[in-house]
T-cell receptor
Framework: QKEVEQNSGPLSVPEGAIASLNCTYS??????FFWYRQYSGKSPELIMF????GDKEDGRFTAQLNKASQYVSLLIRDSQPSDSATYLC?????????????????FGQGTILTVHP | DAGVTQSPTHLIKTRGQQVTLRCSPK?????VSWYQQALGQGPQFIFQ???????QRGNFPDRFSGHQFPNYSSELNVNALLLGDSALYLC?????????????FGSGTQLSVL
């Protein structure tokens, strides 16, 4: 079982629709959850992070977390062609030492989203 | 405010050679992590440096080594290159405080091993 799995793509939605991206993780000790967007040939860019169960909204983006189900999702409302990219889900189990927090990000394989006009 | 900078942008090497990649973190950041991203895959964690020490390491062989300098910049070294080392190498910086969760990535170094 992969540590982080994302719904297989590619996902294609019409402009103005809601895009739904899903992610499951295996490590129950994971504490932080992230969504990155990566345009072709570019580096990942952080768009959302969430720590607590429930929903977190930021503009057109909503992240949802259910730790009991080990499930994270990202909803993109009013999808635009500029949202076309690969979306990466990442989870982190943090450790604290000497007043600092550290831990690796474990990424899923990514889901390619295409928003067509 | 400069973000995370990496050099070089592209690199072509042959099997068996050694390579050094460089990274300067975002201003105010003291922690540097390195990731390897193969085509069509998510980034894989290589290691993380804080206060000039390797604090955590992923499942990569000892051929992969690194260093962090007093100014927080970092190098990734790969010895005895294999064809499978061809990938995008990403440097990410963060602040090592208790809420230093956000990673900011550089534009990456595309390494091709022939």
């Amino acid at each position: 079982q992969k540590e982080v799995e994302q719904n297989s793509g590619p996902l294609s939605v019409p402009e103005g629709a809601i895009a739904s991206l899903n992610c499951t993780y295996s490590d129950r000790g994971s504490q932080s959850f992230f969504w990155y967007r990566q345009y072709s040939g570019k580096s990942p860019e952080l768009i959302m992070f969430i720590y607590s169960n429930g929903d977190k909204e930021d503009g057109r983006f909503t992240a949802q977390l259910n730790k009991a189900s080990q499930y994270v999702s990202l909803l993109i409302r009013d999808s635009q062609p500029s949202d076309s990219a690969t979306y990466l889900c990442a989870v982190k189990r943090s450790a604290n030492a000497g007043g600092t927090s550290y831990g690796k990000l474990t990424f899923g394989q990514g889901t390619i989203l295409t928003v067509h006009p | 405010d400069a973000g995370v900078t990496q050099s070089p942008t592209h690199l072509i090497k042959t099997r068996g050679q050694q390579v050094t990649l460089r990274c300067s973190p975002k201003s105010g950041h003291d922690t540097v992590s390195w990731y390897q991203q193969a085509l069509g895959q998510g980034p894989q964690f290589i290691f993380q440096y804080y206060e000039e020490e390797e604090r955590q390491r992923g499942n990569f062989p000892d051929r992969f080594s690194g260093h962090q300098f007093p100014n927080y910049s970092s190098e990734l070294n790969v010895n005895a290159l294999l064809l499978g080392d061809s990938a995008l190498y990403l440097c990410a910086s963060s602040f090592g405080g208790l809420r230093g969760e956000k990673l900011f990535f550089g534009s990456g170094t595309q390494l091709s091993v022939l």
